[in-house]
């Protein structure tokens, strides 16, 4: 079974701190994806990677960096987190040996909540 | 517009009944579509895949409409365990993005 993790389940951080979320996969996957989740929204592509060390922006960059060192690990950073960031943060990862191509199934992990306050 | 539009429910429906969903994509050129269950609190998972031809997986049904762009869901004989939220997804051309509906929240009722 393929399994994807994050760090935590919930977080709370205050306004202006420097947040990270971790997520592993176990499947040797080359794309990773992070989303968040917002009522009546769905979920909006923030950032994802196709490789070690590579990236790219999804719709909602801003506020945010990502950093893929092992294939394995793909972590979101809130460089200053503000209560606009409150949301359910979901990691994804896929298969795609055709580097860029996206269209296989993403397996999720269980999210985190963050609360900014 | 939205990139992918469902109508966000809820449908109440009882146990056995039949029940369709509709998306819309506005690209044309979209290549990839499916449908994924998320069930409350917790991550989507992969329902079905939606292809030209239609698909069926025992209770469930996908069709895709290219000419009027939309993609569907059916569902039959409706069971509790069914309740859940119903994403839309569409890979953009070339597959290089990834756009998720907002959702179609389902209740089945005994």
């Known amino acids: 079974d393929v399994k994807v993790t994050q760090s935590s389940r919930y977080l709370v951080k205050r306004t202006g701190e420097k947040v990270f979320l971790e997520c592993v996969q176990d499947m040797d996957h080359e794309n990773m994806f992070w989303y968040r989740q917002d009522p009546g929204l769905g979920l909006r592509l923030i950032y994802f990677?196709?490789?070690?060390?590579?990236?790219e922006k999804g719709d909602i960059p801003e506020g945010y960096s990502v950093s893929r060192e092992k294939k394995e690990r793909f972590s979101l950073i809130l460089e200053s987190a503000s209560t606009n960031q409150t949301s359910m943060y979901l990691c994804?990862?896929?298969?795609?040996?055709?580097?860029?191509?996206?269209?296989?199934?993403?397996?999720f992990g269980p999210g985190t909540r963050l609360t900014v306050t | 517009r939205k990139e992918v539009e469902q109508d966000p429910g809820p449908f109440n429906v009882p146990e056995g009944a039949t029940v369709a969903f509709n998306c819309t994509y506005s690209?044309?050129?979209?290549?990839?579509f499916f449908w994924y269950r998320q069930d409350c609190r917790k991550e989507p998972k992969l329902l079905m895949s939606?292809?030209?031809s239609g698909n069926e997986d025992g209770r469930f049904t996908a069709q895709l409409n290219r000419a009027s762009q939309y993609i569907s869901l059916l569902i039959r004989d409706s069971k509790l365990s069914d309740s859940a939220t119903y994403l839309c997804?569409?890979?953009?051309?070339?597959?290089?993005?990834?756009?998720f509906g907002a959702g179609t929240r389902l209740f089945v009722k005994a």
């Open positions: 939606v292809y030209s």
């Open positions: 994804a990862s896929s298969d795609g040996t055709s580097g860029l191509n996206l269209a296989y199934e993403q397996y």
């Open positions: 997804v569409v890979n953009g051309a070339g597959g290089f993005k990834t756009i």
């Open positions: 990677s196709y490789d070690v060390k590579m990236k």
């Open positions: 690209n044309s050129a979209s290549q990839s």
